[in-house]
């Protein structure tokens, strides 16, 4: 069987406002791919809708359904099993529901993934940057990335993005299971595992939007989880249990 070229996974917690017409841009974009959305039975209906776009786009639009929120971290980890295993995903995006990552960047990023092996859409990096977001949610995401680059060692510029692609032997390295993160910080946490792992790292300037409709699913308690990992993640570095590996060239079929 063929590898499939790109799997987009969403990850939804009521975004019935947003996911018809997210779906609908995704599917017009001028390049192949599927997505796969993992909804942890949203009380607005999302799941539902989701459903519907399926059966008008067979096997372009697939879902997960769990049966309640169990967490961004495991609806990524999730998603990533189904599209490898199922989908035989050569490729895999995460992105947000709610038009804060615009599909229009895909191209892009698709693109950039012929030469490196993660590629991250990027609010830090020359012609990046962030529209209509409360001064809050900038300093927020300045600090979380600052205290992430300085106490694990990250190079990339954007380090808490959720718009990602990651090749297909990336995520294979990766013992999914052992991830600890079940919520937001587990971008950081899987950054730092690719990082490690030698894997190449590029990244897309995007504009990042805050979102228009449906309300935002971070908590205090989520703010400091995420504190939790990247402690936890900065003692193993310091105890050398995360071993570095020399960089991976990249390879095309
Ligand atoms: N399946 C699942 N999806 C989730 C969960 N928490 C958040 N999401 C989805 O993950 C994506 C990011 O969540 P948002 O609430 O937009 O978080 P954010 O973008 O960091 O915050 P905002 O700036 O407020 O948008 C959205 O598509 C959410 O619907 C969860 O527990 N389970
Ligand atoms: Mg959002």
Redesign the pocket.
Known sequence: MPLSPTVVI??????ADNIRDLLTQLLALPVELQVLV???NSPDGTGKLVDEMAAEHPGRVHVIH?PG????GT?YIAGFKKALSELDASRVMTM???F?HNPRFIPAMIDLSQSKHLVIGSRYVQGGGSLNCTWK?VMLSRIANMTAKLLLGLKARDTTA?FRLYRREVLTSIPLDKIFSSG?SFLVEMLFLCQRRGWQIGEVPIIFE??RKGK???SRQEIYKAQYTILRLFFRRLRRREPRQAAIPVSNP
């Not at 969403?10 to 975004?15: F, G, H, K, L, S």
């Not at 929120?69 to 961004?72: A, Q």
């Open positions: 969403v990850p939804t917690y009521n975004e993992v909804d942890d769990r929120k169990l967490g961004l609806a947000d529901a709610d804060s949610r959720g937001y805050d979102r935002t699913k971070i």
